[in-house]
């Protein structure tokens, strides 16, 4: 009997044995496609002996070093070349374990950025329906999705949540797409003076919505709208591109295709590529100085901030997406895969849609193609597609998104950057 604690207690999951390029095996000999990277982790496939020489390498000189006494080459460099590719503006890096520790640094500095230049009214935070920003509790009351929500509720600060912007489910008939960004983007400005003008710390949101959505970019002019209303009420905007980040929309950044600038970011997931547990929460130089000619400490910190295997393990991973191509083949291989998907499943009479960016691409299923009704909770169709995939070798990533406070369904594909055309 096993005494380790499964994610559902009542699955009775495969053993991994070992992964090689594209595929991971059980001990039983069986081939899986890594279709979703897991969850849009392993961007580089398994077995990359780059990134494992860079972590032998490191553990043979040092495994750790705690931060308040030391700070080491794999930190400094993973840190200086994040800021190289980083959105203009952005100027320091800190150093977690993953995309939720990301986030709670986030929200955590950003409430710290406006007590240390004497604005300690602004105490809210707003967020959008359907999002997933991370399972721990700050996050997690970030975060729009009801379900995951829902037994930690009294343990949850209060965050008011806007619409998102999911052209598919949101747009008017009778409006143009430029329309429908303004309108959405604009609840944001209406939330705001609600809550009251210069009581709100930051505005969060993913750049293209993944598990709660299946990847779901914004429309043109969207985020564009969101930072000027930001600016003019001097709200930061948080920007959580802890799965869509690191190459996967194409870019680095998921915020470049939007063409603007946060003033805080969150990436985890491919910085590390399944090869180490890592996460970073960037922030602009304005936000640094606040902190460094203030208080001169960031009121945060886990003990393995910083970990010197897991930045060595990154700095080779992020070496490769950004001089090695990778991030320009995702952008190519990405087409290929949107074009295969449209031409396989779009008149399919329970595809509603397809879409996404580069290699994180999202199909939603309904029950009526006409209407886009989802199908109803008990007729749910993600779990069994997971399930049937899985078997046949097909590693997906199907998902219950919320539409309108009921459950959806979609499949989120996230396939290493390194697959070729035939797979
Ligand atoms: N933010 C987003 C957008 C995510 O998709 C996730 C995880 O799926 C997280 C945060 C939380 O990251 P982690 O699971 O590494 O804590």
């Given at each position: 009997m096993s005494h380790v604690f499964p994610r559902h207690t009542k699955s009775n999951l495969p053993t991994v044995a070992r992964g090689e390029g594209v595929y991971l095996y059980d001990t039983t000999g069986k081939q899986y496609f890594d279709g979703?990277?897991?969850?849009?982790?392993?961007?580089?496939?398994?077995?990359?002996?780059?990134?494992?020489?860079?972590?032998?390498?490191?553990?043979?000189?040092?495994?750790?070093?705690?931060?308040?006494?030391?700070?080491?080459?794999?930190?400094?460099?993973?840190?200086?070349?994040?800021?190289?590719?980083?959105?203009?503006?952005?100027?320091?890096?800190?150093?977690?374990?993953?995309?939720?520790?990301?986030?709670?640094?986030?929200?955590?500095?950003?409430?710290?950025?406006?007590?240390?230049?004497?604005?300690?009214?602004?105490?809210?935070?707003?967020?959008?329906?359907?999002?997933?920003?991370?399972?721990?509790?700050?996050?997690?009351?970030?975060?729009?999705?009801?379900?995951?929500?829902?037994?930690?509720?009294?343990?949850?600060?209060?965050?008011?949540?806007?619409?998102?912007?999911?052209?598919?489910?949101g747009k008017h008939d009778d409006e143009t797409t430029l329309d429908y960004g303004l309108r959405v983007a604009n609840e944001l400005e209406t939330e705001i003076l609600r809550l009251g003008e210069d009581s709100v710390i930051a505005f969060v949101a993913e750049p293209v919505v993944g598990a709660t959505a299946g990847a779901v970019p914004a429309v043109e002019g969207y985020f564009k709208r969101i930072r000027e209303i930001c600016d003019q009420y001097g709200v930061l905007l948080i920007l959580d591109e802890v799965m869509c980040g690191m190459g996967r929309t194409g870019k680095i950044f998921a915020s470049e295709h939007e063409g603007i600038h946060p003033d805080i970011v969150a990436v985890a997931k491919g910085l590390g590529a399944g090869y180490q547990p890592i996460g970073a929460m960037l922030c602009s130089a304005k936000i640094y100085a606040a902190i460094e000619d203030g208080s001169g400490f960031f009121q945060h910190g886990h003990t393995y901030v910083g970990h010197p295997t897991a930045c060595a393990a990154a700095l080779a991973v992020l070496t490769k997406l950004t001089d090695g191509g990778l991030v320009e083949r995702c952008a190519a291989k990405g087409d290929l895969l949107q074009a295969a998907l449209q031409n396989t499943f779009a008149q399919h009479p329970n595809v509603g849609d397809i879409r996404g960016r580069g290699l994180f691409r999202g199909i939603e299923l309904v029950e009526d193609r006409e209407s886009k009704r989802p199908f109803s909770p008990e007729r749910r169709l993600h779990a069994t597609l997971k399930k049937e995939a899985f078997n046949a070798g097909l590693i997906c990533y199907p998902m219950g998104g919320t539409i309108d406070g009921k459950q959806g369904d979609h499949i989120l594909l996230a396939p290493p950057f390194i697959l070729d055309d035939n797979h």
């Amino acid at each position: 009997m096993s005494h380790v604690f499964p994610r559902h207690t009542k699955s009775n999951l495969p053993t991994v044995a070992r992964g090689e390029g594209v595929y991971l095996y059980d001990t039983t000999g069986k081939q899986y496609f890594d279709g979703s990277g897991g969850a849009a982790v392993s961007c580089l496939g398994h077995g990359d002996p780059d990134v494992t020489n860079a972590i032998k390498k490191q553990l043979d000189a040092v495994a750790f070093a705690h931060t308040s006494f030391f700070t080491s080459d794999p930190a400094e460099q993973l840190a200086d070349k994040l800021i190289e590719h980083a959105p203009d503006g952005i100027d320091r890096v800190y150093l977690v374990s993953g995309g939720s520790e990301a986030m709670e640094a986030a929200l955590k500095l950003a409430r710290q950025y406006f007590v240390e230049i004497g604005q300690p009214q602004r105490c809210h935070i707003i967020a959008r329906r359907q999002s997933y920003h991370g399972n721990t509790l700050g996050a997690l009351a970030t975060g729009g999705n009801e379900w995951r929500r829902a037994p930690f509720s009294p343990l949850l600060v209060e965050t008011t949540h806007i619409s998102p912007c999911f052209e598919y489910r949101g747009k008017h008939d009778d409006e143009t797409t430029l329309d429908y960004g303004l309108r959405v983007a604009n609840e944001l400005e209406t939330e705001i003076l609600r809550l009251g003008e210069d009581s709100v710390i930051a505005f969060v949101a993913e750049p293209v919505v993944g598990a709660t959505a299946g990847a779901v970019p914004a429309v043109e002019g969207y985020f564009k709208r969101i930072r000027e209303i930001c600016d003019q009420y001097g709200v930061l905007l948080i920007l959580d591109e802890v799965m869509c980040g690191m190459g996967r929309t194409g870019k680095i950044f998921a915020s470049e295709h939007e063409g603007i600038h946060p003033d805080i970011v969150a990436v985890a997931k491919g910085l590390g590529a399944g090869y180490q547990p890592i996460g970073a929460m960037l922030c602009s130089a304005k936000i640094y100085a606040a902190i460094e000619d203030g208080s001169g400490f960031f009121q945060h910190g886990h003990t393995y901030v910083g970990h010197p295997t897991a930045c060595a393990a990154a700095l080779a991973v992020l070496t490769k997406l950004t001089d090695g191509g990778l991030v320009e083949r995702c952008a190519a291989k990405g087409d290929l895969l949107q074009a295969a998907l449209q031409n396989t499943f779009a008149q399919h009479p329970n595809v509603g849609d397809i879409r996404g960016r580069g290699l994180f691409r999202g199909i939603e299923l309904v029950e009526d193609r006409e209407s886009k009704r989802p199908f109803s909770p008990e007729r749910r169709l993600h779990a069994t597609l997971k399930k049937e995939a899985f078997n046949a070798g097909l590693i997906c990533y199907p998902m219950g998104g919320t539409i309108d406070g009921k459950q959806g369904d979609h499949i989120l594909l996230a396939p290493p950057f390194i697959l070729d055309d035939n797979h």
